[in-house]
T-cell receptor, first 110, second 112 residues
Framework: KNQVEQSPQSLIILEGKNCTLQ??????????LRWYKQDTGRGPVSLTI???SENTKSNGRYTATLDADTKQSSLHITASQLSDSASYIC?????????WGAGTKLIIKP | EAQVTQNPRYLITVTGKKLTVTCSQN?????MSWYRQDPGLGLRQIYY???????DKGDVPEGYKVSRKEKRNFPLILESPSPNQTSLYFC???????????FGEGSRLTVL
């Protein structure tokens, strides 16, 4: 069964610290993987997309990695800011379908 | 400004009272979709539309209807709402069925 699992479910860190969010998937065939950021009460917004041949991609303080062999992706946030408080959702595309993870809720404390 | 607009943003209704949640996009996207989001679960697709007059069921279509008479609009209809349809609903659009989705602000629906 195609599944996307994210960990941790929630995370609290201090402003300025780094953190890494995990996404494991059992999806086949794999087309691509996206990370979305969802602020509380808002719709998700795409942060980055990873294709099969990409290992690392950065978008400002966000760096996504993909290991297609182990079917794992991570989202690393550097020097966190209060505005990073949000849910981060991993989505894997397969056969023109999107398989959504449940998300990681990240809280940045001052 | 490119956007997806949903209305209403918040709604409290009672069981059985028909309601419509509107969705409009100004990006000339062909693909539109409705999702519901419940605590602890990922976004679940209700219905989607590849183009005008073309709609198809997603993963959780029961109790919902949609129509796509114009490219920009994709309303979600709850003919007889029930409490298990209490949820946060998102409309999204994309230039094609694969690729980045652009989401509306969400509509929080409570059915009593």
């Amino acid at each position: 069964k195609n599944q996307v699992e994210q960990s941790p479910q929630s995370l609290i860190i201090l402003e300025g610290k780094n953190c890494t969010l995990q996404c494991n998937y059992t999806v086949s065939p794999f087309s691509n993987l996206r990370w979305y950021k969802q602020d509380t009460g808002r719709g998700p917004v795409s942060l980055t997309i990873m294709t099969f041949s990409e290992n690392t991609k950065s978008n400002g303080r966000y760096t996504a990695t993909l290991d297609a062999d182990t079917k794992q992706s991570s989202l690393h946030i550097t020097a966190s800011q209060l505005s990073d408080s949000a849910s981060y959702i991993c989505v894997v595309e397969t056969n023109y379908q999107l398989i959504w993870g449940a998300g990681t809720k990240l809280i940045i404390k001052p | 400004e490119a956007q997806v607009t949903q209305n209403p943003r918040y709604l409290i209704t009672v069981t059985g009272k028909k309601l419509t949640v509107t969705c409009s996009q100004n990006m000339n996207h062909e693909y539109m979709s409705w999702y519901r989001q419940d605590p602890g679960l990922g976004l679940r697709q209700i219905y989607y539309s590849m183009n005008v007059e073309v709609t198809d069921k997603g993963d959780v279509p029961e109790g919902y209807k949609v129509s796509r008479k114009e490219k920009r609009n994709f309303p979600l209809i709850l003919e007889s709402p029930s409490p298990n349809q209490t949820s946060l609903y998102f409309c999204a659009s994309s230039p094609q069925n694969t690729g980045e989705l652009f989401f509306g602000e969400g509509s929080r629906l409570t059915v009593l």
